[in-house]
């Protein structure tokens, strides 16, 4: 009998054993959460003390599925009982049914700047309840809290709280912070019967649909850096909390080919660092790829791009007023991946940008363009390029210049993500390069050479030409000569501002002129102006002369410099002697 007794007792334990989870939130804005694993159906009690003002929930409690990223039950505004002794605070009791499976219950207090704002009528109470000290952090929050009791032999805590990573995920950056960049590309692999692979998209980010303004977004994009999918305004949906919060789940099917994932974040909103309330998933933040069949992992590999980096060129952490450069050479044809980040001026033009030049024909190979760059993080005007370029055998010179506002430790605006690499930075794959061990250094050569001149040879160089500058150089002649020149300057139609001539200081007449009709657009700005030019010169003694106005010459541009810059002024040399 005894032992019957024992039995029925411990089967009676067995049934009515309970446990309970407390949830209690201590700062304004952080949810709360516990992560349990539903071994079979149950139904769990829910019992909630929250905070409620007019329509407007201070505090509030709901569980979400930790598989599919679902929210399947919520605390709403109906069925609650105002509680008599407590200021603002509000009771909730209920059963909920689980299925097997992995949930978050979790619990929030709004900011306190969250709980009385929604129009401007709400002023007067906001000011009635500072002075009574009523607003902000008040006794009866204490009060508010969340419980959650369940048969123990049914569920099991876990103590695992973050986001389930499993064998379908391919890509998964799902607590992406403040100011971070990500990106990482892949390779889709050529299936029977060319079929795509697919892969199902889950993202949250930070947005403005009534602007249609992404804030903390990402896309897919192809080889030739094409989007092919975005997380945006327009295709996402609200995702609990802050209006600004935006979630997207969709498909995607890729072919065979090469993609890239990029993503990025401002400088607010983020996990444990929420600015508004967060959304009904707080435990992820950023985006993930997985996928539909478990056998398309045969198809698709990530890509190293580290594994093949021979060496790199920096011009980083570039600021105010500066113009950077490098010059490299390179023995074979090389894949060159640039990494560039600048500022967007109003019209959608860089005024923090850089390019690359070729130094035998003074002509640009790849410029930073706002056409092919993307938000950087930050400010709106922060802009990145990422990409690859093929660079044949040669010379060249790389160059990267700022403005007056906004850049490295002088920022106007939130900075971009990776701020340490503001300016431009070049990976050679496979090839390393020959690269000079100084930044160029410009020099001006003007005293006067020796009469014996050889083909080929420089015989004046007004570079690089400054502001308020008046060169000139004599240079003699003791056969029939044909010289080159080469000028940059600025001017318009009506005039030429900077410019260059030569005369005949026997008759004192000017022999040549650099006249805006010869010239050709130098880059940058409209008015940088380019004279290629050849003259025959008889025997004599001559004097050439170069000008600059008071604005916009090296080292003081008012406007986008010629594509190179340290060659703005003028440079004669000896083509051939022709007795």
Request: aromatic share 14%.
């Amino acid at each position: 009998m005894r032992k019957i007794i024992l039995i029925v007792f411990s089967f009676l334990l067995n049934i009515y054993a309970q446990e309970n989870i407390v949830l209690k939130v201590y700062e304004d804005g952080i949810p709360v959460y516990a992560t349990v694993n539903v071994l079979k159906p149950v139904d769990v009690d829910v019992h909630l003390f929250v905070g409620k003002y007019n329509d407007r929930l201070l505090s509030y409690g709901w569980i979400l599925n930790a598989d599919s990223r679902e929210v399947v039950w919520k605390l709403s505004l109906d069925s609650l009982t105002k509680v008599p002794s407590l200021y603002e605070t509000y009771e909730y009791s209920n059963k909920i049914n689980l299925v097997p499976g992995r949930y978050y219950f979790i619990f929030i207090k709004k900011h306190w700047y969250d709980f009385y704002i929604k129009n401007f009528k709400d002023l007067g109470l906001i000011f009635d309840r500072l002075l009574k000290g009523k607003l902000g952090k008040r006794e009866v929050d204490n009060y508010w809290k969340f419980t959650i009791t369940f048969p123990e032999k049914n569920i099991k805590v876990l103590k695992n709280q973050s986001y389930f990573a499993d064998k379908y995920c391919f890509i998964c950056f799902p607590e992406i912070h403040n100011n971070e960049f990500k990106t990482v590309s892949f390779k889709i692999l050529r299936k029977p019967k060319n079929e795509p692979v697919s892969f199902e998209i889950y993202a949250q980010g930070e947005g403005d649909k009534s602007e249609h303004v992404m804030y903390d977004y990402g896309w897919i994009s192809n080889e030739d850096n094409v989007k092919i999918w975005e997380f945006n305004t327009e295709n996402s949906v609200y995702g609990g909390g802050s209006k600004k919060n935006l979630k997207y789940r969709g498909n995607i099917s890729l072919n065979k080919g090469v993609y890239k994932l990029v993503w990025i974040s401002d400088d607010s909103h983020c996990i444990n660092d929420w600015n508004k309330t967060p959304p009904y998933d707080p435990l992820f933040w950023g985006v993930t790829l997985k996928f539909k069949k478990l056998s398309d992992t045969n198809y698709v590999k990530l890509i190293n791009i580290n594994k093949n980096i021979k060496d790199k060129l920096s011009l980083t952490k570039v600021r105010n007023n500066a113009l950077v450069s490098k010059k490299f050479a390179l023995t074979k044809p090389t894949l060159v991946h640039i990494i560039a980040i600048g500022e967007a001026g109003h019209f959608k033009d860089m005024v923090d940008y850089g390019w690359i030049i070729d130094n035998d024909t003074h002509k640009k190979v790849w410029e930073f363009t706002y056409d092919i760059s993307f938000p950087a993080g930050g400010s709106i005007k922060n802009r990145r390029f990422e990409g690859d370029i093929l660079l044949k055998p040669g010379s060249y010179t790389v160059y990267y210049v700022t403005d007056d506002s906004h850049a490295f430790r002088h920022w106007n605006a939130p900075p971009p993500a990776n701020p340490d690499m503001y300016g431009i930075t070049l990976y050679f794959i496979d090839s390393k390069p020959e690269l000079s061990n100084n930044n160029i250094h410009y020099s001006k050569e003007k005293k006067e050479e020796d009469i014996n001149y050889k083909e080929n040879q420089v015989i004046v160089n007004f570079t690089p030409a400054r502001n308020d500058e008046l060169l000139q150089k004599k240079f003699v002649l003791n056969k029939i000569t044909k010289i080159a020149i080469s000028a940059i300057g600025e001017g318009d139609e009506d005039d030429m501002y900077d410019y260059g001539w030569i005369v005949d200081l026997k008759t004192g007449k000017i022999v040549w002129k650099m006249l805006y009709e010869n010239t050709t657009w130098a880059g940058g700005a409209r008015k940088n102006r380019l004279c290629k030019q050849e003259l025959i010169l008889e025997p004599g003694e001559y004097r050439a002369y170069y000008v600059t106005d008071d604005s916009h010459a090296f080292g003081s541009w008012n406007e986008k410099p010629p594509s190179v810059p340290e060659e703005y002024g003028m440079i004669i040399r000896i083509v051939k002697f022709l007795e």
